[in-house]
């Protein structure tokens, strides 16, 4: 606890509730900020990903979204599929995802 952090009135000191954010820290390799939407128009579009030293989807000039699919779903059926899956479902809690599809 830190002693500068000490609300007097109530006895309440400031505490940690959860430490596992600093065990992640050092696992970051790069961080991607555009805090105005200036550049992105607020808009993020998933089209990559790497999961155990694989990459998933290509990047293609002028085509929207993730075209990796198909691999992603042949390498679940060739033995990573729980890897695959921890991470969708990481991607999936951890992140706000809207998933769209074009008619």
Request: proline share 1%.
């Amino acid at each position: 606890n830190d002693v500068n952090m000490y609300w007097k009135e109530m006895e309440f000191p400031a505490g940690v509730r959860s430490s596992n954010l600093c065990q992640e820290l050092g696992q970051i390799n790069y961080i991607f900020s555009d805090k105005t939407g200036t550049l992105t128009q607020n808009v993020m579009e998933l089209k990559r990903i790497w999961i155990q030293g694989v990459a998933y989807g290509k990047l293609i000039n002028n085509q929207n979204g993730f075209n990796g699919g198909e691999e992603l779903n042949a390498a679940r059926k060739s033995g990573r599929k729980e890897a695959i899956d921890r991470f969708l479902e990481v991607l999936a809690v951890a992140h706000t995802a809207v998933v769209s599809k074009d008619d």
